[in-house]
């Protein structure tokens, strides 16, 4: 049983900056690719970022690229969300995603390809 703990989240000024993280427990998921969604209040669910197993493929939306980090460190399994110059816009609850994929080099853009959720953090961004 895969389980995926997020932290980080608060409550920040626009422009200021967070960093997520997201830690695993119950196997090994250096093989997976990671995904960070988001939802805010009313909204769907949206892929914010992601990377795949050995980190050399990423991917970001177009809200948030140039401004959002993604990265992981599969030794200490965990994967990192750096925000940075935060919109009130980015205000949602930041979900932690794993895929049952196995060391593959591809971006998986949609929720149900991933099998394994975190709680979500609530990020606010005040103006």
């Known amino acids: 049983q895969v389980q995926l703990v997020e932290s980080g989240g608060g409550f920040v000024q626009a422009g200021d900056s967070l960093r997520l993280s997201c830690a695993s427990s119950?196997?090994?998921?250096?093989?997976?690719?990671m995904g960070w969604f988001r939802q805010a209040p009313g909204k769907e669910l949206i892929l914010v970022a992601a990377i795949n197993w050995g980190g050399g493929n990423t991917y970001y939306g177009d809200s948030v690229k140039g401004r959002f980090t993604i990265s992981r460190d599969n030794a200490k399994n965990t994967v990192y969300l750096q925000m940075n110059s935060l919109k009130p816009e980015d205000t949602a609850v930041y979900y932690c995603?794993?895929?049952?994929?196995?060391?593959?080099?591809?971006?998986?853009?949609?929720?149900?390809?991933?099998?394994?959720w975190g709680q979500g953090t609530q990020v606010t961004v005040s103006s």
């Open positions: 995603a794993a895929t049952r994929s196995h060391y593959s080099d591809s971006i998986y853009y949609i929720a149900s390809e991933y099998a394994y």
């Open positions: 119950g196997r090994t998921w250096g093989s997976s690719t």
